[in-house]
């Protein structure tokens, strides 16, 4: 028993030491962005609908030239507060590639609401070919593939540096991130002040169109969160009232029997 004991030990040891020294080789040293605030946190958190449609906006914008949103359908944009008439307007400025048409060819339509995001890219080799070999990630599950998920993001988007830290062997084509493992990342800084031009009022800043598609990919990734936490308060609601119920019963059925 002891001699297990000894392997286990040994076992769980090692294991450790190379799941420490992968994570370090992948660059799990570098540090982790700090923790924001979000509306949707605690228990009756929800989205800020105009943070999201700003949040699109940046996607539309900036991040849909090269980055997919596969998963997202035009009609689930109704979950950010856009109405029929948006939706559909929004689906006709995209092509969608459909048929084949009776001459068995396939052809270029307007989006409707029913269509899902198309890629920017016919294809893999396209997408790394336009991006000095690298593929953009599709983005709809981005929040939950990074550990840290929107603040990942958020710190991604906002921690470029313009040089490298001296000795640093930044590797050509490439730009230093504080965030991204490794440092070192094939996109360029996508985002800068006034990149985006807000028609509420909301200030132009780097800091605020990184928080506003941070939380747009949030809600893509997650866009049950609210009717999730609804629902597990009307579940906690419900438990509650049945113990209660179950406890007068009790107390009924037992008064009268003698201890």
């Not at 921690?159 to 830290?165: K, Q, R």
């Not at 009307?234 to 059925?253: C, D, E, N, S």
Request: with cysteine.
């Amino acid at each position: 028993m002891r001699k297990f004991a000894l392997t286990a030990i040994a076992a769980a040891f090692a294991v450790t030491a190379f799941t420490g020294g992968a994570a370090k080789a992948a660059g799990g040293d570098q540090p982790a962005p700090a923790a924001q605030d979000w509306s949707w946190q605690g228990l009756f958190g929800t989205y800020d609908r105009a943070q999201l449609q700003r949040g699109f906006q940046v996607f539309k914008n900036v991040c849909a030239g090269c980055h997919s949103l596969r998963f997202i359908a035009f009609r689930n944009l109704e979950g950010i507060g856009f109405n029929e008439d948006q939706i559909k307007a929004i689906a006709a400025e995209y092509d969608i590639v459909d048929g084949p048409n009776d001459d068995g060819d396939m052809f270029d339509r307007p989006g409707i609401p029913a269509d899902y995001f198309p890629s920017p890219f016919p294809n893999e080799k396209a997408a790394a070919a336009s991006n000095g070999g690298a593929i953009p990630p599709d983005l709809s599950l981005m929040n939950k593939a990074r550990v840290g998920g929107p603040d990942y993001v958020f710190g991604l988007l906002t921690g470029y540096e313009e040089e490298a830290p001296e000795g640093f062997d930044l590797a050509d084509g490439k730009y230093y991130n504080h965030y991204f493992p490794g440092h070192q990342i094939s996109m360029a800084p996508p985002l800068y002040d006034e990149a985006v031009e807000y028609t509420d009022g909301t200030p132009m800043t780097l800091e605020q169109h990184a928080r506003d598609i941070a939380a747009f990919l949030n809600w893509t990734a997650q866009p049950e969160l609210e009717a999730r936490k609804a629902l597990g308060m009307k579940v906690i609601l419900f438990l509650i009232v049945l113990t209660a119920m179950l406890y007068a019963v009790k107390r009924k059925i037992w008064r009268d029997v003698e201890h």
